[in-house]
């Protein structure tokens, strides 16, 4: 029986939300399946990865200079010499590094090493450090790579020019559930009810974790310049998502005076709704790869306020399908302002979004991403 093995820095939050659909595809298709990642669930016990046959708890740290990096590369070595893996395929940027390091000898026996790059963290006006750090691991390490997968043509035409790996495949990202995310997804007016909102309310929304990168803090500031505007009585901004920033994100709304205007949704299950009933999305990311989020917003209809930045770029043709706005509390505004003063633009902004994303549906993702596993 032929075997493969999926690895990522952690389970919870990277190979539940993007890989459940491939560890099936293998399935199907007769594989042995293996899951190799830390695991992050606030409860051990909670991790169940399906269709996962053998699932290893490797101690990965996101920072790469962090010691336990090499008490997974010890860990993830044994295994790997030990299971004879057919096909090995690593995410996330130290996970990989540690991955296709410790697959060295596994090539040599035949094993194929597959790399989806999740949007390199260095890229255009990205911070010199992470430059100096990551760049020359991704050089060092990729003639390790049988095959590199770019999801985002900036990465895609970067990794042509300077990265040699043995092969560079471009899929455009994880793909989007245009059957679950769809114009139309549940009662509007009934979820709106259900949040404690009425129908002339003007509902921001934004889903993604809360960290720094998400950048929820410029839309936070946003809001606040338009206290004394008119709009302001009937805006309110929905964050959906869990993550390290949630406290300094309220204490931020508190000391701007919109806390009663800002709800902190949590993680919710109820995604493809909440886009469903609310009238647009903020996305002001300062880093992204190919933003599943957005997809999914466009998907529903919703008319989305995002930063000019590589995968919203891919997604996202200006006053087409969306609007791009400096990424600055004075031009979040100015486009909330713009999309609730005209109805007419919100609703072709989300028609047009809604059509064109259909390009980027997940079942034709994961039909490119077959072909790619059986062609090595």
Known sequence: ????????????????????????????????????????????????????????????????????????????????????????????????????????????????????????????????????????????????????????????????????????????????????????????????????????????????????????STVLKALALLKDKPEFANLYYLICGRGEQREALEQEAALLGISDHVRFLGYRQDVPELNSCCDMFAFMSFREGMPVALMEAMSCGLPAVCSRIRGNTDLIEDGVDGLFAENTPQGVAEGIVRLYRDPELRARLGRTAAERVARFDAKQVQKRMREIYLSV
Do not use: S
Not at 50 to 77: G, M, Q, S, V
Not at 102 to 127: E, M, N, Q, S
């Open 1 to 216: 029986m032929k075997k493969v093995l999926f690895t990522a820095t952690v389970v919870k939050t990277h190979i539940m939300e993007f890989h459940i659909p491939y560890l099936e595809m293998f399935h199907k298709m007769g594989w042995q399946t293996a899951v190799a990642a830390r695991n992050d669930y606030e409860n051990p016990a909670d991790c169940r990865i399906p269709n996962c046959d053998t699932y290893y708890d490797i101690p990965f740290e996101r920072l790469p200079w962090r010691k336990n990096n090499l008490k997974a590369y010890r860990e993830l070595k044994a295994i790997i010499d030990r299971e004879q893996f057919d096909i090995i395929h690593c995410h996330t940027p130290v996970g990989a590094m540690i991955t296709r390091l410790a697959a060295r000898d596994a090539r040599k026996r035949g094993t194929k090493v597959i790399y989806t790059a999740h949007g390199f963290h260095f890229y255009k006006g990205a911070p010199l450090r992470n430059w100096l750090l990551f760049f020359p691991a991704e050089w060092i390490l990729a003639p390790l790579t049988d095959v590199l997968v770019t999801i985002n043509r900036e990465d895609d035409a970067f990794a042509r020019r300077h990265i040699h790996a043995k092969r560079i495949e471009y899929v455009p990202g994880m793909g989007v559930d245009t059957e679950r995310f769809r114009v139309g997804t549940g009662d509007r007016m009934e979820k709106r009810r259900e949040l404690g909102f009425g129908e002339k309310d003007f509902l921001i929304l934004t889903v993604a974790e809360m960290t720094k990168n998400k950048n929820h």
